[in-house]
Antibody, heavy 124, light 110 residues
Framework: QMQLVQSGAEVKKPGASVKVSCKAPEYISTTNFMHWVRQAPGQGLEWMGIINPSNGDTSYAQKFQGRVTVTRDTSTRTFYMELSSLISEDTAVYYC?????????????????WGRGTLVIVSS | QSALTQPPSASGSPGQAVTISCTGIRSDVGGYTYVSWYQQHPGKAPKLILYEASKRPSGVPDRFSGSKSGSTASLTVSGLRAEDEADYYC??????????FGTGTKVTVL
């Protein structure tokens, strides 16, 4: 079953940063836009940002502006989401998710392929 | 950007239909066709079940249908089955550069 492969769980102290990775296997195209979404325990989905895999252009939810950085490494087919100045409320499962839209046709804003999620726990 | 508004819960007996609403504003649901719906079972990643308000990805049963009118989108699950018990989230693009999810609805099959 096609799936994006995410890095393992992390435990961080308040004030630290975390960097989560998301690798697209060879059989998955890397011409699709990629999103990052998080879900706090028992809570709903929260969109964080999106990256154009071709030129690295990003757009972030206002809530995370200045604290989140999404990047990609085209040579390794890997996407990254780094969140800084962590607080306890950042404890969540972080997902990468592929947009059905490509760099050729533009964003479709529907997410058809997801990673399994990476649990990030922020605790002193 | 505020989350789209969904009812917290909905329920129905097997074989019945349940409809979930998703209310936004002109700058999101009301302004674009990019409304999607996701199904999420406990401990699992979300799954896309509808896009562009009413289109089904390959493999999604036609028991799932959607519509949009003004700033409100709706998801209907017909012929409810036990496996439909899950959380459902709507979503919408917000302009060209942002995205927002709904608050989520827990569907219970009685």
């Amino acid at each position: 079953q096609m799936q994006l492969v995410q890095s393992g769980a992390e435990v961080k102290k308040p004030g630290a940063s975390v960097k989560v990775s998301c690798k697209a296997p060879e059989y998955i195209s890397t011409t699709n836009f990629m999103h990052w979404v998080r879900q706090a325990p028992g809570q709903g989905l929260e969109w964080m940002g999106i990256i154009n895999p071709s030129n690295g252009d990003t757009s972030y939810a206002q809530k995370f502006q200045g604290r989140v950085t999404v990047t990609r490494d085209t040579s390794t087919r890997t996407f990254y989401m780094e969140l800084s100045s962590l607080i306890s409320e950042d404890t969540a499962v972080y997902y990468c998710a592929r947009d059905t839209g490509t760099i050729y046709a533009g964003k479709d804003w529907s997410l058809d392929l997801w990673g399994r999620g990476t649990l990030v726990i922020v605790s002193s | 950007q505020s989350a789209l508004t969904q009812p917290p819960s909905a329920s129905g007996s097997p074989g019945q239909a349940v409809t979930i609403s998703c209310t936004g504003i002109r700058s999101d649901v009301g302004g674009y066709t990019y409304v999607s719906w996701y199904q999420q079972h406990p401990g699992k990643a979300p799954k896309l079940i509808l896009y562009e308000a009413s289109k089904r990805p390959s493999g999604v049963p036609d028991r799932f249908s959607g519509s949009k009118s003004g700033s409100t989108a709706s998801l209907t699950v017909s012929g409810l089955r036990a496996e439909d018990e899950a959380d459902y989230y709507c979503s919408s693009s917000v302009g060209l550069y942002n995205y927002v999810f709904g608050t989520g609805t827990k569907v219970t099959v009685l």
